[in-house]
């Protein structure tokens, strides 16, 4: 699987990260796990376009990929987000999006809202009969959210998901469907959550090599256990863990998200055995004083204790690696900086990895339909592409300083994730679902609550939500 599609998305989703999190640490809440992006840019801006391009090297080799595809009648695509397709001035163009413009002739405009705001502004825009062309669906609260509020309309008229080029992504997209339509046209499946370190604090503390375990097939939770053990002294102010998505990511290890589709209906698994085992195993994290104390410090996170060497692991997403956020500068110099993918569960059958899906669903009443399964069919093409590949690769290095290592860590997690994607819903369904599950499946980690006696508390209300979501959803 390629790399290049993964990096423009992550590129995307992070320079929106610092903002949401500052917002959820004011007010004194726990960040959702599923919502890596935001920005507080006014609504009001109305429509953005950029003048970016590809260099002329490069532009040559993507114009060998030859489509063979007629220019659109309707060249522009209205993309309601937060975050603009279209890269800053100065910035690489993707392979997708040239291919989108020079062999469709098309064009993706940016209708920009806040983050916070994006429902709001789609409603007021589908109901004044204004509706944009696509959202993103890398959120992942299209899906049955948006679909059973209306906004959005199935892509299968205009994209074939049985075709050869979609068949890699099959499996992912079925995920995404009701009544056998399909509301999310997902290019690919990233990483969710990989755990930052710091290279020279695993040396200085005389620690084992994290990529060495993941190679020798040893990286798992008891590994994860005895480093977190050697490592975390209350008195030195060493902890193990800081962020705000471990409890959501390491649960996802277990092959069991919270709440979850099966058999074209939402479920949830809070009775499953497998999400007892990791929330007993984060009891104990509490119990042993291993988590950085957010709570005794203004629920306030802390990156800059990787590079300083008072935290051991900063769990977050692949997006941490672009520069253009703080992550990475608080982690250490380029060349200290490493991560692995969430630790295996010890019990479960496979290596199953927090997921999330790179995607797009179309807007109900969009006037450019067409337009929208261009770009996706661009989206897929580039995603196997080698040429597409050799480029990413190529900026990786000269445009975000990456090393070998970090590059092949990217490709590994990425393939393993891929292997065995777990997507979390609870933020996708219902709000009341998400109030239900995202801070309670938190507790035991932050304050040593008992996960019996918080699920049991959520379960009953939790099910008369899914029932209602599930008959609407018929």
Known sequence: MKRFKKIIAAVMAMSCVMTVTACDEENGSLPSNSNPSGNNTPPESSTISSTATMNESDAQEVAKIDLKVEKLKNPTVKFLSEWDLNPAEGQPLSVAMEMFQTQYGGRIELVRTAFDERYTKLSTMVAADDSPDMFSAGDMDVFPKGVLSGYFQPLDPYVDFSSELWAPMSAVNEQFCANGKHYVGAVGVESDCVMFYNKKTIINNGLDDPVELLEQGKWDWDALWTMMTQFCNREEEKFATDGWWFEGAISLTTGKPYIGMENGKVVHNL???????????????????????KAENGWRVVPSNIKNGKTLFYPVGT???????????????????????????????????????????????????????????????????????????????????????????????????AEHPVIEMYNAVTPTIADYINNPMKEAYNSGASWIQTRDSIRGAVQTELDIVNENLK
Not at 271 to 293: A, C, G, H, R, S
Not at 377 to 384: I, L
């Open 271 to 293: 009775d499953t055995p497998m999400i007892e085992k990791v929330q007993e195993y984060m009891l104990n994290m509490k119990e042993n004083d291993l988590p950085f104390p």
């Open 319 to 417: 997006y941490a690696l672009y520069p253009y956020n703080n992550y990475i500068q608080d982690f250490g110099n380029m060349e200290d900086v490493m991560f692995v993918p969430m630790p295996k569960c010890p019990d479960a059958n496979e290596y199953y990895l927090p997921a999330r899906v790179n995607g797009f669903a179309l807007i109900k009443g969009a006037a450019n339909p067409e337009g929208v399964a261009a770009y996706l069919n661009c989206e897929m093409v580039a995603r196997d592409s080698d040429i597409a590949d050799e480029i990413g690769k190529r900026q990786a290095f000269e445009e975000y300083g990456w090393t070998q290592e970090l590059w092949d860590m990217l490709e590994k997690v990425t393939d393993m994730t």
